[in-house]
């Protein structure tokens, strides 16, 4: 069921949270939000809004934050500025202004926001390998952010001086259980830099006020970069399923953290597409994983009852 | 464990069977999307609630659009599904209550009997869609009979004859049934005038026969041609064997407890007695198949038809396997003709694969489910249950199936590796309440599945609650209801917190301030009554408005948690506030109070000295008006009488006073002691300060 027709010129979609709404990012630089409601019995979107969030620079990615910090929306652009904006109400109708603007140095590929402990907290992968870390204490007014930390996807000393040029990236920040999210997010780039685009786990150790890279998603075959990440929302489960899309493969692995050998990993399948893949979602339980990719179908993988993933069903435009 | 890879191996030779591309294999399952794009050059794929996807296409070319769908993942959600998730609710709980109350185990069955008769009223109210749940309640009644009802182990057969009559017509929908054969010929016989010439007559009424439905039997028997009364005298003998045959059946005996009232059969309870009454009931039988009558029965139609009935009677296996079209059908003649008593269930399973083997149905998974109910195969059921029937259906008939003892509950309720740790009853579960999850009239259902799955139920439920929308209050409201039921505290923090938070930011202070109390979210607070003082002590306040806006939300702030200092600050701040507004408010009313007092003065002196300058007024009331003047002349706030009054007045208290010096009028005298001493000291002042101020 169609739901909404985008204009042309738009490049990048993202939905919050609850699934309730829909953010554009064009090429132009303009951005729209869309909120899903229901018009005759079947879900339709409406516009809410229409803003200008970059000048003259097309949107990259967009992502959402988290509710409690009411509806928030961060954005970058090939123009290498990163922007974060609100909802408020003016004059009783919705609006979307921007809060705060934290430039950049190079352009940021990927964003997403984590809801930690100590405060909200915006990581940006940006294509020279390195990923920044902002961060804001102020719970309800978002226009204050510090840089608080600077890490390179490279554990290797002599590949981290090297320059890189990355085309991609991907973050995915461990999924809140509850309301509490841990400061754990996963981080690859798509470069042919080996050492950059080996998927990484990064985590906060609170007592040295650092980030550090505790494990490493790697096997030696790996040459592609890596074009998505998804780390699956975890109900209960012992150990941690993140998916790594890289070329027309889909990796599952299985991170344990906090057990007899502090953290170790495995892969545990290898889910083939014919093309390459573009993007992979988990669903709200953790075992249904969705995967897209360039040759227009969008494939469903479960684990069997013998532990096996295997395809499910595709959906075929 | 040998269950477990049984059901593996299930899973996966489905898989390589339909592996071959066919459309109806189950492993992978094709969805057409419509209305996608010619060139989609990106796909974005997210999840919303439960089951639904959804996908965002965008064109490559340069000027291309995109659209945006989302699609409904399994069956959807029609109003009668919808009515079974409500209804079935009740009777669910109910049982997982029982459970955790604690049970005596060796009773435990009658409550799966309660709950199994509950859902069976429930499947019984279709409004829609009756074939589904028809099949639906069919397979729950196996079930039923089968795994749950230990009171009638031993007479299941019979109890397996009772639910064919029952559900016989919606087993096969497209294939010939006994049923589907009687109810052809039923409409067919109100018209025949002798059906005995019909062999269809016959065939009927031996195809109800090896079934037992015996009241059918003798239904058609007494429409025969030779009960006509033109009839009756000339085929006496044909009439008489109708009659015996008739009879017989009337009197066959069947091993159960009970009949219905006025049906046709003896039921005999009790083993022993049952088998004396069959072997004489069948001597009679033989007795009456090689009676000399049979020469005597001239049509020929009757003789073989009764034959034929007597056959069935005496349980010949080929005219059983003609009569019947179906292997249940054949499975239960041969308990009813064949071998009456009640056999182990070994026996049953080797019956029955052999009537499968003779007369297999076009539906193969309902075939291996039927058979695997009355075999016992509880992995079998499991596979072909949930190919056939969906995510409901697994999910509630887990209970009934572990009331058959400890493997089955081993079986269900085993924790596995391969699963996660998961079990396969809390899997039916998960996914049955993810189902429900996908609809927004239905989510609210699924925390009472949650609640009965031991390991990842609570974390299920948590994510729900937290996906739903927080700009809708009432929705909030739900769900912090049911956090409530469940003790999610922290979750319902989460929520109450995204729903103030939202409410601020959309310009409703007091409704986010409310939220935010009940959050207990002391930071958001604290930096929210700064912000308030802020703007208060910018003078921003001063304004009426604003006061009261202030006010209020003082209120409301000062009403909850007045822990936080900046809260209590600010309640007593408004206090001061108030305080100092009344007495500015106190002021600027006596100021216009003491403005219209000095008017009415001025009026009352302009009177006086108009009374006074004009001459008309007497001279001897001069003095009574100059006293009342007196109030005007010592006007505390100013000078009321101006200089030149001042002196018209002292110019007439001089003339009183000339008067009594020239002896002409006394009225001084009149006045009372002191009061011309005032009045003259008033004067003077007044003069006094008039100069002043001039």
Not at chain 1, 135 to 145: A, M
Not at chain 2, 16 to 23: C, I, L, M, T
Not at chain 2, 103 to 108: K, L, Q, S, V
Not at chain 2, 654 to 664: N, T, V
């Amino acid at each position: 069921m169609a739901m909404a027709e985008l204009d042309s010129g738009a490049a990048v979609t993202s939905w919050n949270y609850s699934g309730e709404r829909m953010a554009v990012g064009f090429t132009d630089g303009g951005a729209e939000v869309w909120s899903k409601g229901f018009g005759n019995g079947s879900p339709a979107l409406s516009l809410d809004f229409k803003w200008k969030a970059h000048e003259g620079s097309s949107i990259v990615k967009l992502c959402w934050g988290p509710m409690e910090f009411g509806d928030i929306v961060a954005s970058c652009s090939t123009d290498g500025s990163v922007c974060v904006w609100e909802e408020i109400n003016e004059n009783g109708k919705p609006k979307w202004r921007q809060c705060a603007q934290l430039a950049e140095n190079s352009y940021c590929l990927d964003l997403k926001f984590g809801n930690c402990l100590g405060g909200l907290k915006l990581v940006t992968a940006c294509a020279d390998g390195y990923a920044r870390i902002y961060e804001t204490s102020d719970c309800i007014d978002l226009s204050k952010w510090q840089l608080q930390a600077v890490v390179s996807n490279a554990t290797d000393v002599t590949e981290k001086t090297g320059k890189c040029s990355c085309s991609g990236a991907s973050i995915s920040w461990k999924p809140p259980a509850g309301s509490i999210q841990q400061p754990l997010f996963a981080l690859g780039y798509s470069t042919d830099v080996s050492g950059f685009s080996t998927t990484k786990i990064w985590e906060f150790a609170e007592e040295h006020r650092r980030w550090y890279p505790i494990a490493q998603l790697s096997n030696a075959d790996d040459g592609v970069g890596v074009s998505s990440i998804s780390w699956a929302p975890n109900l209960g489960r012992p150990n941690e399923l993140i998916a790594v899309a890289s070329g027309s493969t889909v990796s599952i692995w299985d991170l344990e953290i906090g057990g007899k050998q502090g953290v170790s990993v495995q892969r545990i399948a290898e889910l083939e597409h014919s093309a390459e893949v573009w993007q992979i979602d988990w669903d709200m339980s953790g075992m249904t994983l969705a995967s897209s990719s360039s040759d227009g179908t969008v494939r469903l993988w479960q684990a069997g009852l013998d532990g096996a993933w295997r395809q499910q069903a595709s959906l075929r435009a | 464990m040998p269950g477990i890879r049984r059901l593996e191996e299930l899973e996966n030779g489905e898989r390589n069977a339909g592996g071959d591309g066919s459309s109806s294999s189950s492993a992978a399952v094709i969805y057409s999307v419509p209305g996608g794009l010619r060139d989609p050059g990106r796909l974005w794929v997210s999840w919303s609630n439960g089951n639904q996807l959804q996908l965002s296409y965008i064109e490559n070319a340069v000027a291309g659009g995109g659209r945006v769908t989302e699609i409904h993942l399994g069956e959807g959600w029609d109003a009668e599904r919808r009515r079974l998730a409500y209804d079935s609710l009740p009777a669910f709980a109910l049982l997982q209550n029982q459970r955790q109350l604690g049970y005596n185990p060796g009773d435990w069955w009658e409550h799966v009997l309660e709950y199994s008769k509950s859902i069976r009223s429930v499947l019984d109210q279709p409004t829609q869609g009756k074939e589904k749940t028809s099949m639906l309640k069919a397979v729950w009644e196996l079930i039923e009979v089968f795994y749950v009802d230990r009171s009638a182990t031993w007479w299941l057969p019979e109890r397996l004859v009772d639910w064919l009559a029952e559900y016989d017509k919606v087993l096969l929908s497209d294939e010939d049934t006994v049923h589907s054969k009687v109810a052809s010929f039923q409409r067919k016989l109100s018209e025949i005038q002798f059906p005995e010439d019909d062999v269809a007559y016959w065939d009927a009424m031996a195809s109800a026969l090896s079934v037992g439905w015996l009241d059918v039997v003798i239904a058609f028997l007494r429409m025969h041609g030779s009960y006509r009364l033109d009839q009756l005298d000339d085929r006496q003998t044909e009439n008489g064997l109708v009659e015996a045959v008739t009879l017989l059946i009337m009197q066959m005996p069947r091993l159960r407890p009970r009949l219905p009232d006025g049906s046709p059969g003896v039921a005999i309870g009790f083993k022993p007695d049952f088998s004396k009454a069959r072997e004489k009931w069948r001597s009679q039988v033989s007795k009456l198949e090689n009676s000399v009558f049979w020469a005597e029965c001239n049509h020929r139609g009757t003789l073989l038809g009764l034959k034929k009935l007597i056959q069935v009677l005496l349980g010949n296996v080929d005219v059983l396997q003609l009569s019947t079209f179906h292997w249940m059908e054949l499975l239960v003649a041969h308990f009813l003709h064949l071998i009456p008593f009640s056999l182990v269930l070994d026996g049953m399973r080797s019956i029955a694969s052999k009537c499968k083997g003779l007369k297999s149905f076009g539906d193969e998974d309902l075939q291996e489910l039927l058979s695997a109910i009355i075999s016992n195969d509880t992995e079998i059921l499991l596979a072909k249950c949930s190919k056939v029937f969906n995510a409901w259906m697994m999910a509630h008939v887990d209970d009934l199936l572990i009331a058959k003892g400890e493997d089955v509950r081993s079986l269900l309720e085993e924790d596995r590796q391969t699963l996660g740790g998961l079990s396969l009853k809390e899997l039916h579960r998960l996914v049955y309440s993810q189902v429900l999850s996908s609809h927004s009239l239905t989510w609210q259902l699924a925390p009472v599945y949650l609640a009965a799955c031991p390991n990842r139920g609570l974390g299920m439920l948590e994510a729900l609650l937290m996906k739903q929308s927080c700009s809708n209050q009432k929705l909030a409201l739900k769900a912090l209801e049911i956090c409530r039921l469940y003790e999610l505290d922290t979750v319902s923090t989460a929520i109450a917190r995204a729903v103030g938070v939202h409410s601020l930011k959309h310009g409703k202070k007091g409704q986010g301030i409310m939220w935010l109390q009940l959050a207990r979210d002391e930071q958001r607070l604290s930096t929210l009554a700064d912000q308030i003082l802020n703007t208060i002590t910018s003078g921003e306040a001063d304004s009426l408005d604003n006061l009261e806006h202030f006010e209020g939300l003082c209120d409301i702030l000062g009403s909850g948690a007045t822990k936080h200092q900046g809260l209590s600050f600010l309640a007593r701040y408004k206090s001061f506030k108030a305080a100092l507004q009344n007495i500015r408010d106190l002021r600027r009313r006596e100021a216009s109070y003491t403005e219209n007092l000095a008017a009415l003065g001025r009026a009352a002196v302009t009177s006086l000295l108009q009374l006074l300058k004009s001459g008309t007024f007497p001279r001897k009331f001069w003095l009574s008006l100059l006293q009342e003047s007196v109030e005007l002349l010592e006007w505390p706030e100013q000078v009321l009488v101006s200089e030149s009054e001042t002196n018209t007045l002292l110019c007439c208290l001089q003339e009183l006073f000339l008067a009594r010096d020239r002896l002409e009028d006394d009225i001084l005298s009149t006045a009372e002691p002191g009061a011309v001493d005032r009045l003259r000291l008033a004067l003077a002042s007044n003069l006094c300060r008039a100069i002043l101020q001039s």
